[in-house]
Nanobody, 115 residues
Framework: QVQPVESGGGLVQPGGSLRLSCAASGSIFSINAMGWYRQAVGKQRELVAT???????NYADSVKGRFTISRDNAKNTVYLQMNSLKPEDAAVYYC?????????WGQGTQVTVSS
């Protein structure tokens, strides 16, 4: 099993930046990909960005050019750098780790974008 743990959420003004972190523990050698989803109040959970073990990345259209996903293999950690934040980016952000065709979710971290 894999246990992802998120950190770094908080309150930021529109146009501001935040960096989320997701540290994975457990059977980390089996991780194929990690990523971020988010769920706003009253909406379905949606993909934000993913990164594979080989470093390939994928982004939702709504965050392209503003968000960057990266990884530090030595720390078993994935980051989501979020710039030019908009009110519509406010949500609970969840980290996901995919290992051996199973998905493991973190507990989520709240991101609030408000002036």
């Amino acid at each position: 099993q894999v246990q992802p743990v998120e950190s770094g959420g908080g309150l930021v003004q529109p146009g501001g930046s935040l960096r989320l972190s997701c540290a994975a523990s457990g059977s980390i050698f089996s991780i194929n990909a990690m990523g971020w989803y988010r769920q706003a109040v009253g909406k379905q959970r949606e993909l934000v960005a993913t990164i594979t073990s080989g470093g390939s990345t994928n982004y939702a259209d709504s965050v392209k050019g503003r968000f960057t996903i990266s990884r530090d293999n030595a720390k078993n950690t994935v980051y989501l750098q979020m710039n030019s934040l908009k009110p519509e980016d406010a949500a609970v952000y969840y980290c996901i780790a995919v290992a051996q065709y199973l998905s493991y979710w973190g507990q989520g971290t709240q991101v609030t974008v408000s002036s």
